[in-house]
């Protein structure tokens, strides 16, 4: 069992940053794969970004390539997601998961945070 508890969101106007944190206690944190979800109320869980256990390789959806970036910290089991730019769209809450695969599907992955909210003003 991996638990994950996400940190960071928050209200922000549009431009801003956030970082969000997903620490994880438990088994391995650094064996798995770590990826970040968003839903947004009325819409399907949506990719945001991953990374694979070791750090070495990332993935993002279109919608946030060039705005954010995923990093994990094994030594400390952390992952963290670096928002800049944010948009209205971004409004969402955010989630954190860990499995034993990299990839983008949300079931691809075995164990989830609670999430945490991102609020994007115009």
């Known amino acids: 069992q991996v638990q994950l508890v996400e940190s960071g969101g928050g209200l922000v106007q549009a431009g801003g940053s956030l970082r969000l944190s997903c620490a994880a206690s438990?088994?391995?944190?650094?064996?798995?794969?770590m990826g970040w979800f968003r839903q947004a109320p009325g819409k399907e869980r949506e990719f945001v970004a991953a990374?694979?256990?070791?750090?070495?390789?990332?993935s993002y959806g279109d919608s946030v390539k060039g705005r954010f970036t995923i990093s994990r910290d094994n030594a400390k089991n952390m992952g963290y997601l670096q928002m800049n730019s944010l948009k209205p769209e971004d409004t969402a809450r955010y989630y954190c998961?860990?499995?034993?695969?990299?990839?983008?599907?949300?079931?691809?992955?075995?164990?989830w945070g609670q999430g945490t909210q991102v609020t994007v003003s115009s």
């Open positions: 438990g088994r391995t944190f650094s064996s798995y794969a």
């Open positions: 990374i694979r256990w070791n750090g070495l390789t990332t």
């Open positions: 998961a860990a499995g034993g695969a990299f990839v983008t599907g949300p079931s691809g992955y075995d164990y």
